[in-house]
């Protein structure tokens, strides 16, 4: 009798692999960290959804991390939300990650805005330039964020089996385009959104502009003109586990193509032992392709994606997700996949927890502005 | 027949339950987090001999942190030693933790120099005021710096078993002296010191000035007129472990009586699962007792010694240890205890590694200013 829960997820690429990974999860003793930063990219009119307006995207994956620890911002009295007032990811991580108790840490890449709630700072943290008029970061500190985030693994690798690893970056997508792009990818048209129309044309103008700045495809060069502080430090957090025979998950959607495409060109091969982890929405957008990307970059890396669904979302901020806003991001999918696996909870036990939280989110933001 | 390795430990209070723990610790998940912080009560001259003047133990936190996790010091190009040039007890702690791959996190609550290595930054984090003439911290700082420390344990503690807290804070034993004494306790002429000579004098003047403005012996009013911010951070961090079910290792001499009366302070009784391990040189002492403050403190508390002796050393430095320098600090007695207990490592061997990392120091040293 085969007395193994019905897990019900959906395996998209190496299935081999991917079941290999979720019949041997349950057991292992796993960290989600949660990488935040800021690029000013995200400033450029109409090119994120995470924050009201250009401006208050600075200061989302500071105020997302507030959230996710204390269960309210603190930086500003205001919940993340989209221009159209839907409300951040981070309420689907808070459900499962932070209220399941599942071991957690933030760490600080160069957030616009320094959380004001426990977090490891890298030494090297900076915000990035605006890419298409300005160089991403130094070398320095692409070097330096190397090395940092290498030295943050190194101190936890013997604590842990699994490393689940997670983003919060505004206009992400975007420096991801330009990552896969500047490392040679045909990555063009396959980025997401947390839009429902995604601005791809916006996108590509925004890269192609940034490109010209690029002389070679070595992943720092790449990472210092066109990139962001968050991918790199994740690539190379990546890099230290799998290096001491850790298996890795990126929860994500497609800026997880650039952390794979950035570990594939800083070890010179395509890396084993790690998974992409997301959600159904990322999976079926039409707008933007994984799959095409992981096919180019790592074509062995399995993909597994969770099929949650808020068509009956008592709540329009979350039935809002089935029209194609958010969709990803502070590791959702991921997130909902531990809570699934590890815990055993079903989708729909996960989508109670989710509508709680939302209900004690709507409660909360009475008295807070959306931001 | 017996089978257990011959553990060679000091068992210099309650016996019973620290055969207990040291039995049961072996396949035990554990963390050891090294807690730093200033205060500028270490700027008094002759007070402490945690770095070479008084304005230099201001970076001794942040340089030990530095050598400990990459090996160098990186904000000063010198390792912290004494005046008379006796180095930093973090080699014990490097040649014990870093270089066996224990699992380890850096917590800043208040350095006086940011390190350059990562590190958990805790968002009230503020360097102590000197306590003979002006207060600790605001009590904002102090509730503030409990509130971090607690999220901070909370998002951590499902994933181990044990936290073994070490610290680093020069002049602590003057501000562990004035928190116990401000909480009620006669610890007079009891606190340990790093130089040969306890300056107890000196450090009783410091506190007799510091307790005037004491009205209460509520714990935050304590710490926030004469402690400073790593004391409280520390017990803000068990307390909330044990409140888990976890168990405790306070790892350093009599400045972990003061974080073990704060616990009680907080909790308004004596808590269990909660053990002090330090060195022999710490025990032996005749210029401080260890055992007189447990007694007074937490009379159950398991306290248990490592007899390390460096009397063959072939260094100097090290040699100084048998003549009372130094004697504990950055957690070198926990870190002995856990390369012997987890590692199996025999003192012997243990010594080797600890010779080992004092040669490749020398060889750095050339190259570096004594701090």
């Given at each position: 009798m085969d007395t193994r829960p019905a897990f019900v997820l959906i395996?998209?690429?190496?299935r081999e692999e991917a079941l290999r990974l979720v019949e041997g999860i349950k057991d292992k003793r796993l960290l989600f960290a949660i990488f935040i930063g800021s690029t000013r990219?995200?400033?450029?009119?109409?090119?994120?959804?995470?924050?009201?307006?250009p401006e208050a995207t600075l200061y989302t994956p500071t105020l997302d991390v507030e959230y996710l620890v204390l269960g309210r911002p603190v930086t500003i009295n205001a919940i993340p939300v989209t221009p159209s007032g839907i409300p951040t990811p981070a309420i689907i991580t808070r459900a499962c990650i932070t209220r399941l108790g599942i071991p957690r840490l933030i760490v600080d890449c160069g957030a616009y805005a320094r959380p004001k709630v426990p977090h490891v700072l890298l030494p090297h943290a900076s915000t990035g330039g605006r890419i298409d008029v300005e160089d991403a970061l130094p070398e320095e500190a692409t070097r330096g964020l190397i090395e940092d985030a290498r030295a943050l693994a190194e101190c936890l690798v013997n604590a842990f089996d699994v490393f689940v690893l997670a983003e919060s970056i505004p206009a992400g997508t975007t420096t991801a385009l330009a990552i896969m792009t500047g490392l040679g990818y045909d990555a063009w048209g396959k980025v997401s959104s947390s839009m429902t129309d995604n601005p791809l044309r916006l996108k590509e103008e925004v890269v192609r502009k940034a490109l010209t700045r690029v002389k070679s495809r070595d992943p720092i060069h790449v990472v210092s003109k066109v990139?962001?502080?968050?991918h790199i430090s994740i690539a190379a957090f990546a890099i230290e586990a799998l290096r001491q025979d850790k298996a890795v998950i990126l929860?994500?959607?497609?800026?997880m193509c650039a952390v794979l495409a950035l570990i594939k060109g800083l070890l010179g091969y395509e890396p084993r032992n790690i998974t992409i982890v997301t959600t159904r929405w990322l999976l079926e957008d039409?707008?933007?392709d994984i799959r095409g990307l992981i096919k180019m970059i790592g074509p062995n890396t399995p993909l597994i994606a969770v099929p949650l669904d808020f068509s009956d979302a008592p709540y329009p901020g979350l039935r809002a997700y089935e029209d194609g806003y958010v969709k990803e991001g502070v590791g959702a999918g991921g997130a909902v996949f531990l809570a699934h696996i590890i815990h055993g909870l079903s989708l729909d036990a996960i989508k109670r927890l989710v509508y709680d939280e939302y209900e004690r989110l709507l409660g909360l933001m009475k008295n807070v502005r959306s931001h």
């Open positions: 395996f998209a690429n190496n990219t995200s400033l450029i009119p109409g090119i994120t959804a995470a924050g009201p307006n990139g962001d502080p968050v929860a994500g959607g497609t800026q039409r707008q933007s």
